[in-house]
């Protein structure tokens, strides 16, 4: 057995502290010793030495790899358990985090079904509720699932008339799901055992007798969370029937590398596949395929993959669709079947000044969801295109929801700001009023939060938005330690949200920032474009400004401001800790693209090619080699501290990422701050993760930003417990 699983788990379950490790004055114990590999390869002529390459290998088929991060784990929790506020950031953290969370509810019938958590349970709970003052009665609790919390439940749906629930397993963290099927009634798990489902939806068929899902081939025994992923199909099961004998519904066998995705037509006739291949372009293609004809094939609705276009209803033979052609802010269309061609699409609602981010046809109505300066607005059409009226929103924050069908009278939709916790709203459709349905209490007061949001200027002069909030009770006339999230990339906008993590940063006496970068989605297809491939360094020199509009202004300074991302946001804080070390206190950097050079080389990486571009082309290899961390440390320059996260399953970003960069930035002569990583067990890249395991990691994360940006702790930060 690997001697990473030998000694134990290392990560939020058991911290280990070697006897004699020799700490240093700043508490860290010396750097694990890794080996450095001969590997050089030659990339359009250019010479890439890839000392660290052995550290891709999974942890699971590599002891040597495996012993190296037990060993980092080891130095970094003994640095940490030397941090004197982690544990009270943890006692409030975890108080903060103890509030009622419910999801939006999905209507069948007269059943409403939703997921709650009590506070800290580690995973969701399904339940269902007959009307809307029913009791609620628990279906399904993934908390009874595994001793450690760590498998959960990654999605679900209801049959059509919600006697029967389809949802998916995913387990220690990985984007592998396994779908199963519960009868509602009889609370009994049936027989269905569907295996190798991944960016899957959940859709079933009309009579609620079988479903369709999405899914890979079976990997290679050993490969399941590094191969590249290929040939994603669409399937259908019919209850009762073995995985072999699913029919196939969609392949495109010349196509291995497009992602495909099913949705239902309402009358439940066809079956709308979107495929994309980010290879390709940054848009979809849309094919109809007909349920109930099994030698029809698929109809395609559009060629190619220079527009996005993506059905949100149907009445009859007419589909209503938003999509980007020839309005890059987004418009609403109608497709009608029996002349579907794109030159035929009739313009519903046409684009305007915002952004759509989404819509909905439910109760013979469009609710239409828009993106006005990074916060939402919802107004509502008659599917002729005419404006009925708007739903009054209660402040500055996000709005999502607003499922249902054509018969439905009403409709549900949450709203949550970075000072309101996720409240759910019920919206009469034929009123047109919404009323509260669900509003959770906490143990912080949000009236607390002061937020603002300001614009500042980029290099380019490009003005972006950024959202500032502290408590009213914190003076930021003087410079406060802050924090700076970003992420900038995927056409993913970054919307208004309360998090308890969030609250425990500001009444930890901070401020926090979250800037609006390009690349992301919040003012369309322009905004993403200036920010990805040969654009990619405007994100970075977005997220720079914004450090700099902080310290100009005299909220923050570089001996207090920490920088923090998660994912591309990983990448961001690698990017920016690079080019500007001098500028910031301390980098956190979770689950980071790092070797920009072989990200396409491992699972979902090749996606990301639209954004990155793809090494394959010397133009994009030029572009990819100027920002990657792992290639760009600077020798003879000091560094500020950066704490990297990873997880030991992330079959998205795999760890290999942040494995290489980490032992890049210690072999590095960059100071002698502490540059650290904690590897997560049975965790990946975010999704599915137990409540335990979020607040220890977050947790590490404030400690250490409090440690690097001299923040101490105010005299009234308590919590009930040690009050008691």
Do not use: C
């Not at 939006?104 to 003052?133: A, I």
């Not at 930035?665 to 701050?673: F, P, R, T």
């Not at 067990?681 to 137990?690: K, V």
């Amino acid at each position: 057995m690997h001697k990473f699983f030998r000694k134990g788990l290392i990560g939020s379950a058991i911290f280990f502290v070697v006897g004699g490790m020799n700490l240093q004055e700043d508490g860290v114990g010396d750097y694990p010793k890794t080996k450095e590999g001969r590997v050089v390869e030659t990339l359009h002529g250019v010479k890439i030495e890839d000392p660290f390459r052995w550290l891709e290998d999974d942890i699971r088929e590599n002891e040597d790899v495996a012993n190296w991060v037990y060993d980092q784990n080891v130095v970094t929790h003994g640095y940490l358990d030397t941090l004197e506020d982690r544990s009270a950031i943890a006692a409030r953290m975890t108080e903060l985090w103890n509030y009622e969370k419910f999801s939006t509810p999905q209507k069948r019938g007269n059943l409403y079904f939703f997921t709650h958590n009590s506070g800290l349970q580690n995973q969701n709970v399904l339940y269902v509720q007959e009307g809307l003052k029913g009791a609620p009665k628990a279906l399904i609790d993934p908390n009874d699932w595994a001793v450690d919390g760590t498998t959960s439940m990654a999605g679900y749906a209801p049959s059509p008339d919600g006697s029967k629930i389809l949802y998916a397993v995913q387990d220690g963290g990985s984007d592998w799901r396994t779908l199963h099927v519960l009868d509602v009634v009889e609370a009994r798990v049936l027989e269905e055992n569907i295996n190798w489902a991944k960016f899957s939806s959940l859709t079933w068929d009309k009579q609620g007798t079988g479903f369709f899902y999405a899914r890979f081939p079976a990997p290679e025994e050993g490969q399941e969370l590094q191969s590249l992923n290929a040939n994603h199909s669409i399937y259908y099961h019919k209850l009762g029937t073995e995985q072999d004998e699913d029919r196939l519904m969609f392949m495109r066998e010349d196509h291995p590398t497009e992602t495909v995705s099913a949705a239902k037509s309402d009358d439940g006739k066809y079956l709308i596949i979107s495929t994309s291949d980010p290879s390709k372009g940054a848009g979809n293609t849309l094919h109809l395929v007909n349920i109930e004809d099994e030698g029809m094939g698929s109809k395609p609705l559009n060629e190619g993959f220079d527009i996005t276009v993506n059905v949100i209803g149907s009445v009859g033979e007419t589909f209503y669709a938003i999509t980007s052609d020839g309005s890059p802010l987004n418009k609403i269309v109608a497709i009608e079947l029996d002349n579907p061609g794109r030159d035929n699409w009739r313009t519903i609602v046409p684009e305007k000044k915002h952004v759509i981010r989404g819509a909905n046809l439910v109760g013979g109505k469009l609710t239409v969801s828009y993106l006005e300066d990074v916060k939402s607005a919802i107004h509502l059409f008659a599917i002729d295109g005419t404006k009925v009226g708007s739903v009054d929103l209660p402040g500055m924050g996000t709005a999502i929801g607003f499922d249902g069908n054509g018969k439905d009278t009403e409709t549900f939709y949450s709203f949550a700001s970075y000072n309101m916790p996720n409240t759910i709203f019920r919206y009469d459709l034929e009123a047109m009023e919404s009323s509260i349905f669900i509003k959770p209490e906490t143990s912080f007061d949000p009236k607390d939060i002061e937020v603002s949001q300001v614009f500042y200027r980029s290099k380019d002069g490009t003005q972006i938005p950024m959202y500032i909030m502290h408590k009213k009770d914190v003076d930021i006339s003087e410079p406060t330690a802050t924090i700076l999230y970003g992420y900038g990339g995927f056409n993913i906008s970054i919307l208004p949200s309360f998090s308890a993590v969030t609250a425990t940063w500001l009444e930890m006496g901070g401020v926090y920032a979250v800037a609006t970068l390009r690349g992301g989605g919040e003012y369309g297809k322009a905004w993403h474009d200036a920010g990805k491939r040969g654009n990619k360094q405007n994100v970075f020199d977005d997220f720079i400004a914004a450090a700099e509009y902080l310290i100009a202004e005299n909220i923050t300074n570089s001996d207090k401001l920490t920088i923090y991302g998660h994912s591309n946001g990983g990448l961001l804080v690698g990017a920016t800790v690079n080019q500007r070390p001098d500028l910031f206190a301390a980098g956190l950097a979770g689950a980071g693209v790092m070797d920009m050079l072989r990200f396409s080389k491992f699972t979902a990486g090749r996606y990301w090619v639209d954004d990155f571009g793809k090494v394959e082309n010397e133009e994009d290899f030029e572009n990819l080699l100027k920002i990657s961390p792992y290639h760009n440390i600077k020798d003879g320059v000091e560094y500020p501290p950066v704490f990297i996260t990873a997880a030991d399953r992330d079959d998205r970003v795999v760890p290999g990422h942040s494995f290489k960069y980490a032992a890049r930035l210690q072999a590095a002569d960059i100071g002698d701050a502490p540059h650290l990583i904690r590897v997560e067990t049975r965790a990946g890249h975010g999704s599915g993760m137990p409540t335990e395991k979020r607040i220890a990691v977050y947790v590490d994360y404030w400690a250490f930003a409090a440690k690097h940006s001299g923040l101490k702790l105010p005299k009234d930060f308590k919590t009930k417990e040690m009050i008691n």
